[in-house]
């Protein structure tokens, strides 16, 4: 069996003078439109610096990954609200500080440097940041960078199933859910243009277990689209 290769990264909370490679790196990775601007980064700084995280290199130095949250009352949203709706067209103005929940609206690593345990580093942080806050959980919707390749023969939920179930691999999706989230639904729409996902997201829960009450659990595993 061969081990994919560990990259050596701490996390800490994002400063303005990481702002220019987070902006080159999602250059990389998302169209000109899904890019991120110095204005909306600025704006999540002000708002929530606590939920703004980079992964460095301790080799270089260098930001290899982020990841960007906000707190919202869920009360005041649909699960099939989009990505504009979740961050206030990515201000992050919708910023809640009395929310229980910790809304994942970012996260991606390096092109160079993905697969490499990044995105887990910046998991954790995100999960000691919703256990440090008492959060009741963490939400977010997943992009489906693996459906447009097998649109043709297969529903968004089938294929949502298939990932769920490990038959197939969303690089995105397979990477959330290894990290403990589960499935509660499907947004149409979520992020749009998002031509590999067909702006398709899937809308996943972490749940606090240390401030869950029972009821919330069972209510919580209810939702699971792996437990219907
Ligand atoms: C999704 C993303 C953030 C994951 O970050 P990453 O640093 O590549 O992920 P990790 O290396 O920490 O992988 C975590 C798990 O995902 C899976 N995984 C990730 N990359 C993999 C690869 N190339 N091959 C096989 N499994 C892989 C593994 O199960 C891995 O678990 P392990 O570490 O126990 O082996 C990253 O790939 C990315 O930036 N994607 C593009 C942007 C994006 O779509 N972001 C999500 C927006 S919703």
């Not at 220019?20 to 790196?25: D, N, R, T």
């Not at 700084?45 to 992964?55: I, K, N, S, T």
């Not at 440097?113 to 942080?125: D, K």
């Given at each position: 069996?061969?081990?994919?290769?560990?990259?050596?990264?701490?996390?800490?909370?994002?400063?303005?003078?990481d702002?220019s490679?987070?902006?080159?790196m999602?250059?990389l990775?998302?169209?000109e439109?899904?890019?991120?601007?110095r204005?909306e980064?600025e704006?999540?700084?002000?708002?929530?610096?606590?939920?703004?995280?980079?992964?460095?290199?301790r080799?270089?130095?260098?930001?290899?990954?982020?990841?960007?949250s906000?707190i919202v009352s869920?009360?005041?949203?649909?699960?099939?609200?989009?990505?504009?709706?979740?961050?206030?067209d990515s201000?992050?103005?919708?910023?809640d500080?009395?929310?229980?929940t910790l809304?994942?609206a970012e996260v991606?690593?390096?092109?160079n440097?993905q697969?490499?345990?990044?995105?887990s580093a910046?998991?954790n942080?995100?999960?000691?940041?919703?256990?440090?806050?008492?959060?009741?959980?963490?939400?977010?919707?997943?992009?489906?960078?693996?459906?447009?390749?097998?649109?043709?023969?297969?529903?968004?939920y089938?294929?949502?199933r298939?990932?769920?179930?490990g038959?197939?691999?969303?690089?995105?999706?397979?990477?959330?859910?290894?990290?403990?989230?589960?499935?509660?639904?499907?947004?149409?729409?979520?992020?749009?243009?998002?031509?590999e996902?067909?702006?398709?997201?899937?809308v996943?829960?972490?749940?606090?277990?240390?401030?869950?009450?029972?009821?919330?659990?069972?209510?919580?595993?209810?939702?699971?689209?792996?437990?219907v």
């Amino acid at each position: 069996m061969t081990r994919r290769k560990r990259a050596k990264v701490f996390v800490r909370t994002t400063r303005p003078e990481d702002f220019s490679a987070i902006e080159e790196m999602s250059r990389l990775i998302y169209d000109e439109q899904l890019a991120w601007s110095r204005e909306e980064l600025e704006s999540h700084q002000r708002l929530f610096p606590e939920g703004q995280f980079v992964a460095i290199s301790r080799k270089t130095g260098e930001v290899v990954g982020t990841a960007m949250s906000l707190i919202v009352s869920w009360e005041d949203y649909d699960i099939g609200d989009d990505y504009i709706d979740f961050t206030a067209d990515s201000t992050f103005r919708n910023h809640d500080p009395n929310g229980r929940t910790l809304y994942g609206a970012e996260v991606f690593v390096h092109p160079n440097r993905q697969g490499m345990g990044i995105g887990s580093a910046l998991y954790n942080a995100r999960q000691e940041l919703c256990k440090r806050l008492g959060l009741l959980r963490i939400r977010a919707g997943a992009r489906l960078p693996g459906y447009d390749a097998v649109a043709d023969r297969m529903n968004i939920y089938d294929y949502v199933r298939e990932v769920i179930a490990g038959r197939a691999y969303d690089p995105t999706l397979s990477f959330q859910l290894r990290q403990g989230f589960r499935v509660i639904g499907i947004a149409e729409g979520y992020l749009a243009p998002d031509l590999e996902s067909r702006n398709y997201a899937a809308v996943i829960e972490w749940l606090n277990t240390r401030v869950a009450t029972e009821q919330e659990i069972a209510q919580a595993r209810e939702r699971y689209l792996d437990s219907v």
